[in-house]
């Protein structure tokens, strides 16, 4: 444990500053189970009109520190080309 009170200090912000992360991130990925349950029902219309707020939240977390910028833009890419191919498939 620490001993010296900068170090008891730094201790205490590394605590609040992993459960704010862990907060965020699980948002985050309920935001992408929810969007990922919309195309899998083949709800593309909703997903779509999602695709917005979904981005936001990613945005958002990049923003906070809670994933790195690269995260960021592979999941709106991935995402992106999801939905892009479940439209292809659904207007075939």
């Known amino acids: 444990m620490a001993n010296h009170a900068s170090a008891l200090k730094a201790h205490?912000?590394?605590i609040?500053?992993?459960?704010?992360?862990?907060?965020?991130?699980?948002?985050?990925?309920t935001c992408l189970k929810q969007f990922n349950d919309r195309l899998d029902e083949g709800k593309t219309e909703?997903?779509?009109?999602?695709?917005?707020?979904?981005?936001a939240?990613?945005?958002?977390?990049?923003?906070k520190k809670a994933i790195s910028k690269n995260a960021a833009a592979r999941q709106k890419?991935?995402?992106?080309?999801?939905?892009?191919s479940a439209l292809s498939t659904s207007k075939s």
């Open 16 to 29: 609040k500053h992993r459960n704010a992360n862990r907060s965020n991130r699980s948002s985050l990925r």
């Open 12 to 14: 205490r912000q590394s």
């Open 46 to 55: 909703e997903a779509q009109n999602t695709l917005s707020a979904l981005y």
């Open 57 to 63: 939240a990613i945005d958002k977390s990049q923003q």
């Open 77 to 84: 890419s991935r995402l992106t080309r999801r939905l892009n």
